[in-house]
């Protein structure tokens, strides 16, 4: 690894310290912990798809992030994205942030995935507040994952569409002392700079190609760079593998006996690990767009 990564590491993390100075407080971490869980209740709560997207729009409006709905129909099926911009230079490459907002028939889809929202709204707060440098930064969140990826999928074929210099999923994000992240490079500049800011948090780190299947395949198909984050129980790790492959693990992860069933309720959460979890995602960030961004190549529609 470059000498000169490691310097623009330090600096980055030393200006986010700057910019959040009451993170090294106990109470920071209370509030973060307090507003993610307040913010699951709310999307979870919500009776339809349509309720779980009026809250979500509530949090935007009071963060004063613009956002739009974007329709779309793929397979048969009709459904609504929601877009947010948190702002940026026009000409700069774009940092695409989203997380799955629908749920299956059974359950509050607490885990599944109002867990993920609530942690992508817990980093933009950030992001808004001390914005990236070289990237521009914009949510979106995802309708009808649930029957197949189909609002990240009609995105990634839409005529034009800009792609990203890199698309950040969150799915299933509820608990846990582990930030699980589907990796393809191991030696990637985010990989490297997440090695550090979870260890700076005391936060486990699991990088690696075989995860879930969620939203970033929709971008990876195409051929759009894309990695994906969970926050588990590290021990869950090998035996979600397990049944995703069509194995049966000797314990049942807690993942696997909690999403898509009438379990997944805000009742399942642990908060713990979250403002560790965002605070290390917030700072590889800040790293992967110092060491990247003044070198990225303008993004291109297709």
């Known amino acids: 690894m470059e000498l000169r990564f490691f310097r623009r590491a330090a600096m980055v993390a030393t200006a986010a310290l700057l910019a959040f100075p009451s993170l090294c ?3 920071a971490a209370k509030a973060v912990a307090g507003s993610w869980e307040a913010q699951v209740a709310r999307v979870s709560a919500g009776a339809d798809t349509a309720a779980r997207a009026a809250a979500i729009g509530e949090r935007l409006d009071a963060m004063g992030v613009a956002w739009r709905a974007e329709t779309f129909e793929l397979d ?5 994205n929601l877009v947010a911009d948190l702002g940026g230079a026009a000409s700069a490459p774009l940092l695409l942030i989203g997380a799955h907002y629908d749920r299956v028939d059974v359950g509050h889809g607490a885990t599944d995935n109002a867990s993920g929202v609530a942690a992508v709204l817990e980093l933009a707060e950030r992001l808004k507040q001390a914005p990236l440098a070289q990237h521009r930064v914009q949510l979106v969140f995802w309708d009808l994952e649930e029957l197949g990826l189909l609002g990240s999928r009609a995105w990634v074929a839409t005529p034009g ?3 990203p210099a890199l698309y950040v999923n969150f ?3 509820g608990w846990g002392d582990t930030l699980w992240m589907m990796a393809p490079q191991a030696d990637a500049p985010l ?10 948090q005391g936060l486990g780190f699991s990088p690696g190609q075989t995860y879930p299947p969620t939203d970033h395949l929709a971008f990876q198909r195409a051929g759009w760079p894309a ?6 129980g590290g021990d869950e790790i090998p035996g979600i593998l397990q049944v ?3 194995q049966k693990p000797e314990r049942m992860p807690k993942v696997m006996e909690v999403i898509h069933s009438e379990k997944d309720t805000v009742g399942q959460l642990d908060a713990t690990g979250i403002p560790a979890a965002i605070a290390a995602l917030d700072a590889a960030l800040r790293s992967w767009d110092a060491d990247t961004g003044a070198d990225a190549a303008h993004p291109h529609a297709h």
Do not use: I, K, N, P
């Open 25 to 27: 407080h106990a109470d």
């Open 76 to 80: 048969g099926r009709q459904g609504r």
């Open 161 to 163: 569409r800009e792609q």
């Open 171 to 173: 799915d299933v994000f």
């Open 191 to 200: 990989v490297q700079a997440l090695q550090a800011s979870t260890r700076a």
């Open 227 to 232: 990695v994906s984050f969970s926050l588990v």
């Open 244 to 246: 995703f492959s069509r």
